[in-house]
């Protein structure tokens, strides 16, 4: 008897371990016509949502940040994430300041690379305050797209931006041992185009 059609139920699906992935939209908006936003339900939106700029799927880029006040993050992830490397293409659009961060565990818990006008810095958030674990007084350009990454290894963090390492430190107290991943913007929009994330 010859073999025919058959469906397969998957219940669910499980990894171990840090992920080797990249995060883009998955079609062409411009060729394919409208389609459901499902690949966006990855992601926790700790943004402003009131002009759901995360949520539509008309825009440019796939994943677009807007936030009117402080910071909001966009979250992926797992606390089972130790030691990785995260990578993104950014586009800063009229922000006070935006980037990257990695061992998220919330939206007050996290390391982050933070890059303005005027400044870079590695900070660690804890419960609404910022430490600052290094700074250089380098910054970006509104309208250019810079690809920022931030790696973190044990107590130590290795931010680049651009395949250039920008800044390094290590967090005595080595406070975060594992989390996910967030891109974040401070009071303004950012454009991102892909986000990365390998082993470190």
Known sequence: MAPGPATVYLDYLTWDGTPHFRLQRPYDPDTTGPHPVMWKRAWVNGLDSGDGAFEWDHWPE??????????GLLITGTREWTDYRAEALMVPHMCRAGGLAVRVQGMRRYYALRLDSSSIRLIRAFEGRDEILAEAPAGWEMGRAYRVALQVAGSGLVGTVDDTIVLEAEDPEAMFTGGGIALFVEEGRIGCEEVVVVSA
């Open 62 to 71: 796939p994943f677009r940040l807007v936030q009117n006040a402080g910071r």
